[in-house]
């Protein structure tokens, strides 16, 4: 069964934000509604916006940067890529205002398994893709992550799934969206910056799951998170259908016993239909989470349990997640996307477990995103390595990165590593590498597979590759 999805926007619409969300939909409005009918526009013009306003200029789309022309008419919709906060200036007072993943939503005709929470959501969904993939049904990938395309801008083949990475930004603006599976991987803290307190951020990952007096058909939820449990059992109460993973002797999914090394983990799970025994590429606790969780919307969505274990144990790991970085050295590296407390948490975790010397970690926050939680970040990885190099991230304009280094140091000198500051980036990786001995585990967190420019209008900088050039140097 699909759920009943309303038209999209009437005309005019205007898109607010030229990132690759906005361009998307740009692109799909103007491909139904006609280039004309479609207004779009972002306030920061810069070079990566100049190549979007272009491209849609070029399909007839009207198009501005920096202020909106007065003469344009008052839009009977706007559709808002994730960066702009609901409430923003940008956005016309008393026009009706729905995202790009309420948009996506309107125009898929397919069913859905959208996935959110605060650590772990798009593993799950690059994870839940392999699996129907391998078990026999289309899907793609799609959200708002690098590792799959716009929700707009997604295309499947009919009876397949539409599996999409779904935050908080884009769940911020009320709407209508109701997936036919929807899960939730945990609540953390994170965002505080964007939506203020937990008490404001969980009930914006609530709407995936509860629109008014609407409830999701199906709902997979992580028993061990307390606030999943609560919604677990609301949902139930309003007659959806809930499935539960985790290491809660209560939940569907639970997770008996795990194992692991650096590129492979092995996993028993008592199911509702017996025993299964799991093999994944993805090593840690954090992953076997995430896996189970994935195997459980799979199941969902009416695949069979060990059609579902097969196609498991050959899926790909994830980009940027937990991804080794090996040319022969005679210790571990590994690229991470963990980019909060929890996360780090996780992920220092697993390479403690793995270290046979010291574990040694490179850290870095991205300028404009969420200051309140640094200081945990820079504590837990000064609590969980040995030594922490603090470096910077992505800059942004109006925080230096000076201020984002003490930030992170705030926390790390209340731990016991040893601290190294290098605001280069590049440079910060080469120290690491130079200071790694035979056995250590070395990690480099918060980019994972981004392979965006450090400084607006420079060249792409992936932490990979220059992991790769820094061990590659000091062997030379």
Known sequence: MIVERPPIPPEPVLVVGLGRAGDAAARALAERLGPDAVYASDDHDGPETRVVAAGLADL??????????????RPAAVVKSPGIPAG?????AGVATIDELELGWRLSGERVAAITGTNGKGTTAWLLGQLLEGSGTPAVVCGNFELGVPFSAASVVPGGVFVVESSSYQLE???????????LTNLGEDHRDRHGTRETYAPIKRRLFVRGDRVVPAAVLCADDDFA?????????????????????DADYRIRALRYDLTSAELTVAAPGGELRLRTRLPGDHNALNAVGALAAATALGVEPAAAAEALADAA?????????????????????????DGYTAVLTAARRLARGHVRVLIGVRGGMDPFKRPAMGEVAATLADQVF?????????????RRIEQ???????????????????????????AAEPGDVLLVLGRGAQASPLVE??????????LRAAIRQSRE
Do not use: K
């Open 173 to 183: 603006t009320p709407g209508t969206m109701l997936p036919e599976v929807a899960l």
């Open 60 to 73: 007839g789309v009207h198009v501005a940067l920096g202020r909106r022309p007065p003469g344009w008419p």
């Open 229 to 249: 449990r609560e919604l677990a059992g609301e949902l139930r109460e309003r007659g959806a259908r809930v499935t539960t993973y985790g290491r809660a002797v």
């Open 408 to 434: 992170l140091l705030e926390g790390a000198m209340r731990g016991d590593a040893e601290l190294v500051v290098e605001p280069e980036r590049d440079r910060a990786i080469e120290r690491l590498v130079a």
């Open 457 to 466: 209008g420079e060249r792409p900088f992936d932490d990979r590759d220059a």
């Open 88 to 92: 923003a200036a940008c956005l016309p």
């Open 317 to 341: 790991p994830v980009p940027g997640r937990f991804e080794p970085v090996d040319i022969g050295q005679p210790f571990t590296a590994v690229v991470d996307f963990a980019h909060n407390p």
């Open 390 to 402: 603090v470096t910077s991230g992505e800059d942004h304009v109006g925080e230096s990165r000076e």
